[in-house]
């Protein structure tokens, strides 16, 4: 894991109060765990939850 708990980098420093709301914002800090999410789960699970969307972003680039 690159980030250890929410507020903390690994290196120890901790993360800004803007900083940690804006990876709230974006959901990469899970809500349930209080834990960074690491740059692979942020992908798996966007992939879950859109696949179809990855599958019209072609088609709607052409049309755009």
């Not at 899970?30 to 972003?57: A, G, V, Y």
């Given at each position: 894991?690159?980030?250890?708990?929410?507020?903390?980098?690994?290196?120890?420093?901790q993360?800004?109060?803007?900083?940690?709301?804006?990876?709230?914002?974006?959901?990469?800090?899970?809500?349930?765990?209080?834990?960074?999410?690491?740059?692979?789960?942020?992908?798996?699970?966007?992939?879950?939850?859109?696949?179809?969307?990855?599958?019209?972003?072609?088609?709607?680039?052409?049309?755009?």
């Amino acid at each position: 894991r690159i980030w250890t708990h929410a507020g903390k980098k690994s290196d120890g420093g901790q993360l800004s109060r803007d900083e940690y709301i804006s990876l709230m914002f974006d959901k990469k800090i899970d809500s349930k765990t209080n834990q960074l999410k690491t740059l692979h789960e942020i992908r798996s699970e966007r992939n879950r939850l859109e696949p179809h969307k990855r599958k019209c972003f072609r088609a709607s680039r052409k049309w755009a």
